[in-house]
């Protein structure tokens, strides 16, 4: 029986751009949920592989299946889009290629539940890892934490792509820029803004396989940045003020440094954006691998 629309407490979102061929699969993972409180939205990014046609055939599925058309916009339009349409109180974003375990739902929906005061927090976030079991990232663990993404990537150093779930409310509180012409938002210029606000509760569970793909973003990473240098820069300018240590407020400074280049705005309205003196002995060092990146 198809959930109504005030049980849904778990909105799963898709985003996907010609990926007919995964979503079967991906569909397949959620058909196996122990948990049933959730629903399944989908924002085809421009598709001419007919995904439209192949959604369709999900209706009979006991969870509500949603689908949205856009033109080609790039994924944070689309994520956008999925947070407005949301009923689901968590936002939980599954990309096309990936897949999740049949106890991903429930684990979710528990370690909020049980959560001190969930009222207090952004949302919880836990473990991605490859297809066959292993962790992403650090191999140590953050069991049942609650702190913002700063001190869990700078103070307890986690490394790798983690499985956030946030607030549905939260993310409507802080949607992703969208700048004209500019298909890439980096996720973590928002994640970090959230950040500044909200914590999350981190646990050490796998609730996320993923598959990196030859053409996927993580592939294409710094052509796509190159190509939409504002979101970039803005992403850098803001993790060089951020409350983490010297060296790597620097190092965000000298990659701000770095796709600053590609901006159109003058030196002078660059420099307004960050610290002038520090910049001084970013420049530098920006300057070479600008020069190198152009070589390649």
């Known amino acids: 029986m198809i959930q109504e629309h005030r049980d849904i407490k778990i909105t799963v979102f898709t985003p996907t751009y010609n990926r007919k061929q995964l979503l079967l699969r991906l569909f397949e993972s959620l058909k196996k949920q122990s948990y049933a409180f959730f629903e399944w939205i989908i924002v085809d990014d421009g ?7 192949l959604v369709k055939q999900f209706s009979s599925a006991h969870f509500p299946v949603r689908y949205y058309y856009q033109d080609n916009a790039g994924k944070h339009f689309a994520i956008n889009r999925g947070v407005q349409e949301a009923a689901g109180n968590l936002f939980f974003i599954l990309d096309s290629d990936d897949v999740i375990p049949e106890n991903a ?3 979710v929906a528990q370690k909020y539940d049980n959560a001190k ?10 473990r991605k890892a490859y297809f ?25 150093k986690m490394t790798g792509d983690m ?26 210029l928002v994640w970090n803004r959230i950040g500044t606000k909200y914590p999350l509760l981190w646990f050490n ?37 951020a409350p983490i240590p010297f060296k790597d407020r620097f190092r965000a400074l000298i990659n701000y440094w770095r796709f600053a280049f590609y901006l159109d705005s003058s030196l002078g309205q660059k420099l307004k954006a960050v610290d002038p003196v520090l910049s001084l002995f970013a420049l530098p060092i920006a ?3 600008y020069l190198n990146d152009k070589r390649k």
């Open 205 to 241: 569970e796998a609730i996320y396989y993923a598959e990196y793909q030859p053409e996927g973003l993580t592939a294409r990473i710094f052509e796509i940045r190159k190509k939409s240098p504002v979101a970039t820069t803005i992403c850098y300018q803001e993790l060089s003020k």
């Open 105 to 107: 739902l429930s684990i």
């Open 163 to 188: 499985c956030e779930v946030f607030k549905t409310s939260v993310l409507k509180e802080f949607p992703f820029p969208e700048i004209k012409g500019e298909k890439f938002c980096p996720e973590a």
């Open 132 to 156: 066959d079991g292993r962790l992403i990232g650090s191999q140590n663990g953050i069991n049942d934490e609650i702190m913002d993404v700063f001190e869990f990537r700078y103070g307890r």
């Open 117 to 126: 005061d969930p009222s207090k927090i952004g949302g919880v976030a836990g």
């Open 287 to 289: 300057s070479l691998m």
């Open 47 to 53: 598709s001419a592989d007919g995904t439209e046609e």
